[in-house]
């Protein structure tokens, strides 16, 4: 398993303004995730991000929107720009350990509210 | 193709019963199918997963049951605990591939 961190764990921004998310484990992996979780509702994937390479993003999400970074193979962040109350959410990441794909372990995540 | 259909969407069940929760499947290459425990305010927890070459998975109170040529599978809690009360996720992943797909959540209750 992993243990990961993410910073803030919630905050409320006005409309217009971006908030950046860190995301840190303590261990290197090669694959790290971001998700969105809308409340009461399920999880759905935003980008993954492979250190030195760009992230890929999913259908319905683009980089000018959420911008990730991921330096170094425990460390990545995803901002969340030009913030509506649409934006209003929990962010997740998470990492994939065994690099063989499918056992993800995630942080606690970050409550982001637009006002 | 991609989805995970999942079932119930809340379920109540008193201590020490045995509360199911069902996923079914479409894509045939999904070939990982794992289960989440969230509770509220936390990040999901990898409780238990399944490869397809096997029907069936125990750990501790956790079981998952896997039919292959029905493109389903489950949890099954044993001798529930209010504890366990959460909200389940079962999830799939194709072969060489590390996206997840997630069910659409059941929450739990389990009542004294």
Redesign the interface.
């Known amino acids: 398993?992993a243990v990961?961190s993410q910073k803030p764990s919630r905050d409320i921004c006005q409309r217009g303004t971006s908030l950046t998310i860190q995301c840190q484990v303590d261990s290197q992996v090669t694959?790290m995730?971001w998700y969105r979780q809308q409340p009461g509702?399920?999880?759905?994937?935003i980008a993954?991000a492979n250190q030195g390479s760009e992230a890929t993003y999913e259908s319905g999400f683009v980089i000018d929107k959420f911008p990730i970074s991921r330096p170094n193979l425990t460390f990545s962040t995803l901002t969340v720009s030009n913030l509506s109350p649409e934006d209003s959410s929990i962010y997740?990441c998470?990492v994939?350990v065994t690099g063989m794909?499918?056992?993800?372990?995630?942080?606690?995540?970050t409550r982001l509210t637009v006002t | 193709q991609q989805q995970v259909k999942q079932s119930p969407q809340s379920l109540i069940v008193q201590k020490g019963g045995i509360p199911i929760i069902n996923c079914a499947y479409e894509n045939t290459a999904f070939d990982y199918f794992p289960w989440y425990q969230q509770f509220p305010g936390k990040g999901p927890a990898l409780l238990i997963a399944i490869r397809p070459d096997v029907s069936e998975k125990k750990e501790g109170r956790f079981t998952i049951s896997f039919n292959k040529s029905a493109k389903q599978f489950s949890l099954h809690i044993m001798d529930s605990q209010p504890g366990d009360s959460a909200t389940y996720f079962c999830a799939a992943s194709p072969f060489g591939n590390e996206k997840l797909t997630f069910g659409t959540g059941t929450r739990l209750t389990i009542i004294p």
Not at chain 1, 41 to 45: A, E, K, R, V
Not at chain 1, 104 to 109: A, N, T, V
């Open positions: 398993s990961i694959m995730f509702q399920s999880l759905t994937l993954t997740l998470s994939d794909g499918g056992e993800q372990y995630f942080g606690p995540g």
